[in-house]
């Protein structure tokens, strides 16, 4: 008994689809296409970024910087970002997690509705939160009357982020678990372990990576967010409702340089996540 | 000891007619079924993996059918994919211990011998990414049989694997079940191995149960037209009951008795048919005249079509035996079997 066949069959099947790999990139009209193409895509998506990156003077970055408005709106979009990415993972996990593993009536229905937040056009999503708790409505009434404000406050811009967040959480943790396998669950329940070990045990440690992405464009989504915003809370003001204002009474030199702290702050922020959910080299067989 | 009492399962396009079935203590029972026809559900059932709308699941005496899988201690081995990928080979062997009330010290001899056994000394470091089939379903077994359990489910055990390792791991399930001396109950499609393994062997089609018993006992004494052709009865033929015969395809088979019923159908193994050139059998055969219309090789042997008036049989015949009568396609021959090889439904 041994690993053998199996072993020795990859490299000979890795050489030879390589080398057909290999063919296809020599001149074929296709390629030429492909080419041109890629290339386009790239540089639409990276010129703009880096024209305004490179745009503003380090001196105007600096200054800006230094601009308490600017640092205050920073750290309110980042911190509202974050806590509505925190509040879909505590509340969508197990919602992510009955919709990738049964099946019910209207299972459908409630998937659609979930993707609804992301069809909706922005400032309509605004409206309609105001519109259901407002201040002259009953629940923002009930909800004041407990000391809660929605309409120009942080908690405000969290609910509406939380709305916009949602699905994106949602989606990519559904696509988590229906990746791990339903047999491993089943065997762990044989084995012993109760539906919660078997879930701390088997299908997390499975699908955590899914989640954590999920968490990052549930935050990308998050903090991007500006027309629902700026109807429920134009103050306290996101980094993006500020560079909107600053554009809107100053022009485009003196929005630029917030747009490019948000860039930074945003770039970094993923990067570090996305670090951390890269799979740890050579810790799959040290064999 | 399994007993399933009245069992039946509602899932969305299946049903699992009522069952009920006894495998006793020690016993190696073989469910065999083609594809779809429920073997699986019933050994989910068994180990409370899917939820059952009727009946009783009693194990050794004791009433499961309102037990959460993880307090049935009944193993399952899958055909394929059921190692916890994140975990080393020794981390999933281990990994039921914990939830056994056992002395750790008997369960780490336990571990130990079963690594052992199966040969598995060498991989425990290692993740069940790389391994081959085999080696997988070796830890697989190791696994389900490190909690100590009172019945090993086998859930198409072989079917993933590569002709060669399939005859390791099925000499491997003959030892542990020796060894062990627990219940084991697998499911198949394929009659060989159930051939090989099982003491009885039950036979599913579309969730109802066409019958059960001995292996010997199904290969030879069919129930039913289903039973026969899945156990490998090629040649089947429809006909009717008329002078104290049966009439098919335009030839006799002279019955040896009164019908006990009006028999349809007449099924004959190849393996059980004689070919000659000339009429001159022995003993109490049926004999047709015939004609050789294809040879085809099949591994083993070689399989012989031949057309005896409207009926076309079907023949195994070894490469020798070819090869000494020298038979070629198109030649007359005399097609024969003994009278009490054939099974009428």
């Known amino acids: 008994?041994?690993?053998?066949?199996?072993?020795?069959?990859?490299?000979?099947?890795?050489?030879?689809?390589?080398?057909?790999?290999?063919?296809?990139?020599?001149?074929?009209?296709?390629?030429?296409?492909?080419?041109?193409?890629?290339?386009?895509?790239?540089?639409?998506?990276?010129?703009?970024?880096?024209?305004?990156?490179?745009g503003p003077a380090p001196a105007d970055l600096w200054e800006t910087f230094k601009d308490r408005e600017v640092l205050s709106s920073l750290w309110l979009s980042v911190y509202t970002a974050a806590i509505?990415?925190?509040?879909?993972?505590?509340?969508?996990t197990p919602l992510a997690y009955l919709l990738a593993r049964r099946d019910f009536f209207g299972k459908k229905l409630v998937e659609s509705i979930i993707d609804l937040p992301i069809v909706i056009p922005h400032p309509v999503v605004g409206i309609a939160i105001l519109s259901l708790l407002g201040r002259g409505q009953p629940l923002g009434r009930i909800l004041s009357s407990l000391g809660v404000r929605i309409m120009g406050s942080a908690t405000g811009i969290i609910v509406v982020l939380t709305f916009v967040g949602l699905p994106f959480y949602l989606n990519a943790a559904k696509a988590g678990f229906e990746s791990?396998?339903?047999?491993?669950?089943?065997?762990?329940?044989?084995?012993?372990?109760?539906?919660?070990?078997?879930?701390?045990?088997?299908?997390?440690?499975?699908?955590?990576?899914?989640?954590?992405?999920?968490?990052?464009?549930?935050?990308?989504?998050?903090?991007?967010?500006?027309?629902?915003?700026?109807?429920v809370a134009y103050h306290p003001m996101i980094a993006p409702v500020l560079m909107y204002e600053r554009f809107t009474a100053y022009g485009l030199k003196y929005s630029q340089p917030v747009g490019v702290w948000l860039i930074l702050v945003c770039l970094s922020l993923f990067l570090a996540l996305r670090l951390v959910s890269l799979p740890i080299r050579g810790n799959h067989d040290p064999a | 000891m399994i007993q399933l009492d009245q069992l039946s399962v509602k899932l969305p396009g299946f049903r699992l007619h009522p069952i009920s079935l006894t495998v006793e203590q020690g016993e190696f029972f073989v469910l065999l079924g083609p594809t779809g026809s429920g073997k699986t559900v019933i050994l989910e059932s068994i180990a409370g993996l899917v939820r059952i709308s009727g009946g009783q699941v009693r194990v050794a005496g004791q009433d499961l059918t309102h037990l959460p899988p993880e307090q049935r201690q009944i193993g399952i081995v899958y055909q394929d994919n059921a190692l916890f990928p994140h975990l080393t080979v020794m981390e999933n062997i281990r990994y039921g211990l914990r939830y056994v009330s056992q002395d750790p010290e008997q369960a780490d001899e336990r571990v130990e011998h079963l690594i052992e056994l199966l040969g598995l000394r060498h991989?425990?470091?290692?993740?069940?990414?790389?391994?081959?089939?085999?080696?997988?379903?070796?830890?697989?077994?190791?696994?389900?049989?490190?909690i100590h359990p009172s019945v090993l489910l086998l859930d198409e055990p072989l079917s993933a694997l590569d002709p060669n390792f399939r005859e390791d791991i099925r000499r491997v399930l003959?030892?542990?079940?020796?060894?062990?001396?627990?219940?084991?109950?697998?499911?198949?499609?394929?009659?060989?191995?159930?051939?090989?393994?099982?003491?009885?062997?039950?036979?599913?089609?579309?969730?109802?149960?066409?019958?059960?018993?001995?292996?010997?006992?199904?290969?030879?004494?069919?129930?039913?037209?289903?039973?026969?052709?899945?156990?490998?009865?090629?040649?089947?033929?429809?006909?009717?009951?008329?002078?104290?015969?049966?009439?098919?395809?335009?030839?006799?088979?002279?019955?040896?008795?009164?019908?006990?019923?009006?028999?349809?159908?007449?099924?004959?193994?190849?393996?059980?048919?004689?070919?000659?050139?000339?009429?001159?059998?022995?003993?109490n055969?049926?004999?047709?005249?015939?004609?050789?219309?294809?040879?085809?090789?099949t591994g083993l042997g070689h399989e012989i079509g031949v057309r005896c008036l409207d009926a076309r049989f079907r023949a195994l015949l070894d490469r020798r035996t070819l090869q000494e009568q020298g038979f070629g396609e198109g030649d007359r021959v005399y097609l024969g079997f003994e009278a009490k090889v054939a099974r009428l439904f």
Request: hydrophobic residues 50%.
């Open chain 1, 1 to 54: 008994m041994g690993s053998g066949p199996s072993v020795n069959g990859s490299p000979s099947a890795m050489t030879s689809e390589m080398a057909s790999k290999r063919k296809v990139i020599f001149g074929s009209p296709f390629h030429v296409v492909a080419f041109a193409c890629s290339t386009a895509v790239m540089l639409f998506i990276i010129l703009p970024l880096l024209q305004m990156v490179a």
């Open chain 1, 84 to 92: 509505a990415a925190l509040i879909s993972f505590l509340v969508g």
């Open chain 1, 180 to 231: 791990v396998p339903l047999r491993l669950e089943k065997v762990s329940r044989s084995l012993g372990a109760g539906p919660a070990a078997t879930f701390c045990r088997v299908t997390f440690p499975l699908c955590w990576r899914h989640m954590l992405s999920g968490v990052i464009m549930c935050a990308a989504r998050a903090v991007s967010e500006f027309g629902a915003v700026v109807i």
């Open chain 2, 123 to 146: 991989l425990v470091r290692r993740r069940p990414l790389n391994l081959s089939g085999g080696e997988k379903q070796r830890v697989c077994l190791a696994r389900a049989l490190s």
């Open chain 2, 174 to 283: 003959k030892q542990l079940h020796a060894e062990f001396g627990i219940t084991f109950m697998m499911v198949t499609h394929d009659f060989n191995e159930a051939l090989y393994l099982a003491d009885r062997i039950g036979i599913i089609r579309q969730g109802a149960m066409e019958q059960i018993g001995s292996a010997e006992d199904i290969f030879l004494r069919p129930d039913n037209p289903f039973v026969a052709e899945f156990v490998g009865m090629k040649n089947m033929f429809s006909g009717c009951i008329a002078d104290g015969a049966f009439v098919f395809g335009g030839l006799h088979y002279p019955l040896p008795e009164q019908p006990a019923q009006p028999w349809t159908v007449l099924a004959v193994r190849p393996e059980d048919i004689i070919l000659r050139r000339d009429p001159g059998f022995a003993g």
């Open chain 2, 285 to 297: 055969i049926v004999h047709y005249p015939g004609v050789i219309e294809q040879i085809m090789p």
